[in-house]
């Protein structure tokens, strides 16, 4: 179980809040709204795991932002204050500065993903979707049981043939043929067993009516108040970003930074599983 | 309202058209809330039967006479009425969970009869709190031990509500601890909610205590027994050797003071119990003592092992499956000697199917050393014997290693003939019986002639004669062929009359060493449950054998 509350909020809230957050991320190089998303992802993850996981991940994150900010200003001369050349590379600050804001950028997805995984456990992205389509479901959990099933199925049959022929034929031809002879075996049984779950499903009326399905999140108050609360915030974002406040340019030169109330709702609605928090204090 | 909870009435069977029948005009009816349990040889169509209650799982071919579940015929019920009336728990935990997580599992039958969300929560949360199982609610099936994954089958199928559940052989592939939880659990679902229970079950000694009726078929599916426990017991002890060995400890070593004429009571009830044992034996010995006079001797403590000669050694062994991993093997010291049949007992996890696959040399240990001096071929029987079958008949199963192997045909009809497999030879490998199959993969195993046979639990979820015609193959195989042989096992009583030395594993280490017979007198819980009837009253006696000859030491033939 993920910590804190938004991680027990519906389902339909993450997700909506994960798909907002992972877009507008994508949608901007804006170097505040970079700068913003990463801090908020990466604040938002420590809070999820702990910093000591969070610094091990650093050390990846770190130099993919560098990577992508050096490969660009060596390949991208655009730019008008340059550093320095040397043959057909021209390295320039606007260049530079473009590449670290996509490097940010690129960080702050994988961050947010990070993010995604501990709160949307599969549960909860099967009640989403499988909810309206219970066999769709159903396959997938039957899935998610089977393939961990035939993994260690395949060690114990690839194990108890080694123990007694693996000896005798250690030739290319041989091992094939035993390879061939795995997966014999393995149909085999899983033949058998499916008979059998086919079995324990009738058993259990599987096909005997419509299927209903086992919901464990209902809606409260609190999840439509937080769910109205992002759909603002995301409306007003969007107005911002498309009426300019989020555009900016690097070239020819790199444009001026202004305040702007724009990021403070940029912040508000990434912010949000911090926000929720808030009801701790409330009494 | 109907007055039974089930009916059959002159209920018979056949396959199709071979005409043989299966069941033979089977007529039996149980009382609301009763616990029956339906016993007979293997092959006597006790599954058959069960299933028959339930369409959904009823083995196609020709019937004829009636069953009545709760007043109606099973086959005229809508099908949610069926999936709800009969609970059906099969064999093997493993293949009966469909869904991947605990929750889901519990859920899935409700699902399936489209119950509305907020009754299945309640359903689903007071099956959950009554089988205990609110603490891995959460946790992925995969997850779950043996014994977890057969409760969480029985909790899916009680969540539904069923009024009659039917059991076939729940328990066979759990070992004996989670065994007896099963059972417990089960003896609540029927005493707390009233569930009529009937179940197929060979391990009487599990069984027995709780039921409070016994259907016992026999070969042609002829019901020959219905009744109370005593009386079923009193049957086979005056008959019926096949399947006398199934009966409890206590109850075998009354039959056998019985026999001698040492029963003091002869209308009491046969013991079923330890309990009831231990008050039976010091009843009986006590009246031989004084009445009769006779003088009872403690039996010789030990067994005498076969010279050491030592196959394969292992030292200072050291093994784990992953760096990130405990280990599961630390320090193991043990040798295999030819011409002896060395056992190791101990619990699940305790590394007994490691250290078999460490000896086999499919596993490099990270320390220590295995050492096979003569170059001696060491052959590994797994857990799972239907492993070893790729054919669509038993005898090309038996051929197909006869290149490697270097065997002839009629070296297959020999092993054939010598596990008595012979009538088998057409038949398809997984529709041989539990005992049939462990045969099977052991006789395919010794058509590669090895010198070393490691076995993991060769008469797992086996029957009594089964398991006492494996154990004459393997005693034949050591004394008289020169095999070294190590198996493992959960059945104590098995080992006490079949292996020559007995090792414990516990904690990843192989704590002792002892003759087979020493090692269950020694040790106070962990031993058969004759030595634990016997303890402080016939000092010496792990086998029901051991107690009859510690009477006729004493002249009891004089009773007759």
């Known amino acids: 179980m993920a910590k804190g509350l938004f991680a027990t909020y519906h389902p339909a809230v993450c997700m909506l809040f994960f798909l907002t957050a992972i877009c507008f991320t994508f949608c901007t190089q804006h170097p505040v709204y970079v700068a913003l998303t990463c801090i908020m992802a990466g604040a938002y993850l420590v809070y999820l795991r702990g910093v000591r996981p969070f610094l091990r991940s650093l050390g990846m994150f770190i130099p993919m932002v560098l990577f992508v900010g050096i490969l660009n200003s060596l390949f991208n001369s655009a730019g008008a204050t340059s550093l320095w050349k040397w043959g057909p ?195 | 309202m109907p007055e039974y909870a089930l009916e059959v009435q002159d209920y018979s069977f056949s396959y199709g058209k071979t005409g043989v029948n299966v069941l033979n005009g089977v007529t039996f009816s149980l009382d609301k809330g009763s616990f029956t349990a339906l016993c007979g040889v293997s092959g006597s169509g006790k599954s058959t039967l069960l299933r028959a209650f339930k369409p959904e799982l009823a083995v196609e071919g020709e019937s004829s006479g009636q069953i009545r579940v709760l007043g109606d015929d099973p086959y005229t019920l809508s099908p949610v009425e069926s999936a709800t009336r009969v609970g059906f728990v099969m064999q093997d935990p493993e293949n009966q969970i469909v869904t991947d997580t605990v929750w889901h599992e519990l859920a899935f039958g409700l699902e399936n009869i489209g119950m509305d969300t907020e009754t299945m929560h309640r359903r689903v949360a007071e099956t959950a709190h009554f089988f205990g199982i609110g603490g891995w609610f959460d946790r992925r099936t995969t997850d779950l031990s043996g014994g977890q994954k057969q409760l969480l089958n029985l909790a899916a199928i009680v969540v539904m509500q069923p009024a009659v559940l039917v059991l076939d052989e729940p328990t066979s592939q759990l070992d004996p601890i989670a065994a007896k939880d099963f059972f417990d659990v089960l003896e609540r679902v029927n005493s707390e909610l009233g569930i009529t229970i009937i179940i197929i079950e060979h391990r009487l000694e599990d069984v027995l205590p709780i039921a409070d009726r016994v259907l016992f078929l026999q070969k042609g599916g002829v019901l020959v027994y219905d009744g109370d426990r005593d009386g079923f017991v009193r049957m086979l002890v005056g008959n019926s050797e096949g399947f006398r060995g199934a009966l409890p400890a206590a109850t075998r070593m009354a039959a056998c003071l019985d026999r001698a004429g040492l029963n003091i009571d002869e209308d009491a009830p046969f013991p079923v119990t330890v309990r009831e044992g231990r008050t039976f034996i010091a009843e009986a010995v006590e009246h031989a003592r004084e009445v009769d006079g006779c003088e009872i001797v403690s039996r010789p403590i030990g067994r005498t092992v076969p010279a050491e000669n030592v196959a394969i050694s292992a030292r200072d062994l050291w093994f784990r499956y992953t760096k990130e991993m405990p280990f599961v093997l630390r320090g193991v010291d043990f040798d295999v000697h030819a011409g002896r049949i060395a056992a190791l007992v101990g619990g699940n996890g305790s590394g007994k199917s490691t250290l078999l696959s460490a000896l086999s040399g499919i596993r490099k240990p990270e320390r220590g050393r295995i050492a096979n001096p003569n170059k001696l071929h060491v052959a590994l029987m797994a857990q799972n014997p239907k492993m070893l079958f790729v054919h669509d008949r038993l005898v090309d199963d038996f051929l197909e290693w006869k290149d490697i192997g270097k065997y002839s045909e009629k070296d297959v009809d020999d092993i054939l003939e010598r596990f008595g497999l012979a009538e088998m030879r057409t038949r398809h490998p997984y529709d041989l019986s539990g005992g049939e199959t462990q045969k099977a993969a052991l006789a395919k195993i010794l058509l590669l002639n090895p010198d070393v046979l490691l076995l993991d639990e060769p008469v797992k979820g086996i029957d009594a004669l089964a398991k006492k015609q494996i154990g004459e193959i393997l005693t034949d195989l050591a004394v008289n062929e020169g095999k070294a042989i190590l198996l493992t096992a959960h059945d104590l009583e098995f080992v006490s009359e079949t292996a020559h030395t007995c090792s414990m594993m516990f904690g990843c280490e192989v704590t002792c060493t002892q003759d087979a017979h020493g090692f269950f007198v020694d040790n106070l819980f962990y031993s058969t449950p004759t030595a634990r009837i016997a303890r402080g009253t016939l000092e010496g006696c792990v086998t029901t054998a051991d107690i009859a000859a510690s009477f006729d030491a004493n002249g009891g033939s004089d009773h007759e």
């Open chain 1, 89 to 283: 590379f021209s390295v320039t600050v606007e260049g530079m500065c473009y590449g670290l804001a996509v490097g940010g950028m690129l960080a702050a997805i994988l961050l947010w993903f990070s993010c995604y995984n501990e709160v949307m456990t599969e549960d909860k992205f099967t009640y989403l979707f499988g909810r309206k389509l219970p066999t769709i479901s159903l396959m997938v959990s039957m899935i998610s049981r089977w393939i961990p099933r035939m993994v260690s199925r395949g060690h114990s049959v690839y194990d108890s043939q080694e123990a007694l022929i693996g000896g005798y034929d250690q030739t290319k031809s041989g091992k094939m043929k035993r390879g061939l002879r795995m997966a014999t075996v393995l149909t085999g049984l899983g033949m058998e067993d499916s008979v059998q779950t086919a079995d324990s499903m009738c058993a259990r009326g599987y096909g005997a009516t419509s299927r209903t399905s086992y919901a464990r999140f209902k809606w409260h108050t609190r999840e439509r108040i937080v769910l109205g609360l992002l759909i603002v915030l995301l409306v007003v974002n969007v107005v911002l970003l498309v009426t300019g406040t989020g555009s900016f340019k690097f070239y020819p030169r790199v444009s001026a930074i202004v305040p702007l109330w724009g990021y403070l709702t940029y912040a508000l609605m990434l912010g949000l599983p911090f926000l929720v928090e808030l009801e701790r204090f409330k009494r």
